[in-house]
């Protein structure tokens, strides 16, 4: 097989491409002008750049998963983030279908969407399920709906195989320190080094449903292989921990003392209480399973960041 994955420069991104690399497959990694010197540097607003990525990779299978993917970001600059997600996919849908056109075969396209654009939803209809309709709460929930509207549209008017995955919390080490998990281990391993014992929060109750990157990435290359057009499949462990219980699980793998303090500038103005989701349809068309505990993906996210780190069984 022969993948183009876009936004191969991102946290998932780069291990997308780790991953179907260790699987002997071909990868072309395209991304961003200031990723890594062997990212292929495109831009989705750009149709020439995305034209020359197709035909550098003659791909079998696209992951699209280039995209602003921060919420408060995109609260900040909303019509940026729709730009991007949203006209940048359809954008990287034309190209899919000219390039099929050109070379007269199958190109599948796997659209990276995010879990997200379920919104707030009340409790007893968790576990979500992919047939429960969308509600976005954000601007980048927003996008992401929309965006999965137009692949599924273009599924339908002009054949392109494509298949939508929205993948819940993921987490692991070298994710930015802009979301949650990171942002705690951070300032943890800080405090570890000598910093004020503080410790700076936003909500604490959320629940949410957290997934290792590396369990995720491999359902994105299941789903490559198993996955059916035209499909939307949830990508997540299904079940559902508060941040305050990922925060203790951080305290009791950095073991330090700290005080934790509410900072109001970590608070986001529309936070859904809960939301977990049902990976049902995804095993049964693949036969995946998350391979990794959550204590161990703390682990490893802590040690990214205190090298002295010492893992606790």
């Known amino acids: 097989m022969r993948a183009l994955v876009t936004g191969a420069g991102g946290f998932v991104g780069r291990y997308l491409v780790r991953a179907l690399r260790e699987r002997g497959e ?28 197709f035909d550098l990779a003659h791909p079998d299978v696209v992951f ?11 609260l900040q600059a909303p019509l940026r983030t729709y730009e991007t997600n949203v006209t940048g ?10 390039f099929r056109d050109r070379v007269a075969r199958n190109v599948r396209l796997v659209y990276v969407s995010s879990a997200e654009v379920y919104g707030a939803q009340p409790p007893e209809a968790m576990p979500l399920e992919e047939t429960r309709a969308p509600n976005p709460a954000n601007p980048y929930a927003g996008s992401k709906a929309a965006a999965e509207a137009i692949v599924l549209g273009e599924a339908r008017s002009f054949g392109v195989d494509a298949l939508v995955t929205r993948a819940f919390n993921h987490i692991g ?10 942002a705690f281990a951070a300032q943890l391993a800080a405090i570890a080094q000598g910093a004020e014992p503080v410790l700076l929060v936003g909500n604490l109750e959320a629940r949410r449903d957290f997934l290792d ?101």
């Open 26 to 53: 071909e990868v072309f990694a395209a991304g961003g002008p200031h990723d890594a010197s062997d990212v292929f540097p495109i831009d989705v607003l750009d149709a020439q750049t995305l034209d020359a990525a």
């Open 64 to 74: 699209h998963l280039a995209a602003q993917a921060f919420v408060p970001q995109a």
């Open 173 to 182: 080490p070298g994710q930015s320190e802009r979301f949650v998990v990171p």
């Open 213 to 313: 990157v590396r369990d995720v990435v491999n359902a994105y290359a299941a789903l490559a292989r198993d996955g059916a057009a035209g499909e939307i499949y949830n990508v997540c462990s299904g079940g559902a921990v508060s941040i305050r219980e990922i925060l203790g699980e951080l305290i009791r793998v950095a073991r330090i003392a700290v005080e934790v303090r509410a900072d109001p500038s970590r608070m986001r103005p529309a936070d859904v209480p809960l939301l977990y989701g049902s990976n049902a349809k995804l095993r049964a068309a693949t036969g995946w399973s998350p391979q990794i505990p959550l204590r161990k993906t703390l682990q490893d996210v802590y040690a990214s960041f205190d090298k002295r780190a010492v893992r606790h069984d």
């Open 89 to 98: 996919t359809a954008n990287v849908l034309a190209a899919l279908r000219a």
